[in-house]
């Protein structure tokens, strides 16, 4: 039983001592550099109430918002939205983001983004795929690069969503800057 008890203390004053200085130099020590970084621009264009010609939107809603809130929670969106190197949407695409966004707050506008950016291009050929969540309030936000293919076989890191316009629901650009940590 003495043991037992001894083993009991050893076990309690190892959980409060106070970390050995290797592991508090880890959590000090800053992120590393980013192996590839460049800034992207997407461009959204929403069919809808005033822009009801399907040839010329890049996105669809999918299912109407619910009636919880006005936020529009509940509300899908599909989109094949053109990508390029600087802010003009008549710019030539250098990729394609393919997927979906869902406004997933009762409270406020926020999404859920997952879509890949599709690269085809002499610059460039693969996908990169981004989920994460996108509250619209504050200036950036951050969403996780989960994966790649080609040039970007199995790339992670982080992408910085920037808002540069918002015409009513049916248009916004995003600014993209994205950081790969992980790069073949």
Same mark, same amino acid.
């Given at each position: 039983?003495?043991?037992?008890?001894?083993?009991?203390?050893?076990?309690?004053?190892?959980?409060?001592?106070?970390?050995?200085?290797?592991?508090?130099?880890?959590?000090?020590?800053?992120?590393?550099?980013?192996?590839?970084?460049?800034? +992207?621009?997407?461009? /959204?264009?929403?069919?809808?109430?005033?822009?009801?010609?399907?040839?010329?939107?890049?996105?669809?809603?999918?299912?109407?918002?619910?009636?919880?809130?006005?936020?529009?929670?509940?509300?899908?969106?599909?989109?094949?939205?053109?990508?390029?190197?600087?802010?003009? +949407?008549?710019?030539?695409?250098?990729?394609?983001?393919?997927?979906?966004?869902?406004?997933?707050?009762?409270?406020?506008?926020?999404? +859920?983004?997952?879509?890949?950016?599709?690269?085809?291009?002499?610059?460039?050929?693969?996908? +990169?795929?981004?989920?994460?969540?996108?509250?619209?309030?504050?200036?950036?936000?951050?969403?996780?690069?989960?994966?790649?293919?080609? /040039?970007?076989?199995?790339?992670?890191?982080?992408?910085?969503?920037?808002?540069?316009?918002?015409?009513?629901?049916?248009?916004?650009?995003?600014?993209? /800057?994205?950081?790969?940590?992980?790069?073949?």
């Amino acid at each position: 039983m003495k043991g037992l008890a001894a083993m009991l203390l050893c076990f309690f004053l190892l959980l409060v001592a106070p970390p050995s200085a290797s592991s508090s130099s880890r959590k000090s020590s800053k992120y590393p550099k980013p192996c590839n970084q460049f800034v +992207l621009y997407y461009h /959204d264009i929403l069919f809808g109430r005033t822009r009801n010609i399907l040839s010329n939107s890049t996105s669809y809603r999918i299912t109407n918002a619910t009636n919880l809130g006005n936020y529009q929670f509940g509300s899908l969106i599909v989109f094949d939205d053109p990508i390029t190197k600087d802010e003009n +949407l008549r710019s030539p695409p250098v990729a394609t983001a393919q997927g979906l966004y869902v406004y997933d707050m009762r409270s406020d506008y926020s999404t +859920l983004f997952a879509f890949s950016l599709i690269f085809n291009s002499t610059e460039r050929k693969g996908t +990169l795929n981004i989920l994460g969540s996108d509250p619209l309030g504050p200036p950036s936000r951050d969403l996780s690069v989960v994966g790649g293919t080609g /040039d970007f076989f199995m790339a992670r890191g982080i992408v910085t969503f920037t808002t540069e316009a918002i015409e009513s629901i049916e248009y916004f650009r995003l600014k993209m /800057d994205f950081k790969l940590y992980e790069c073949y």
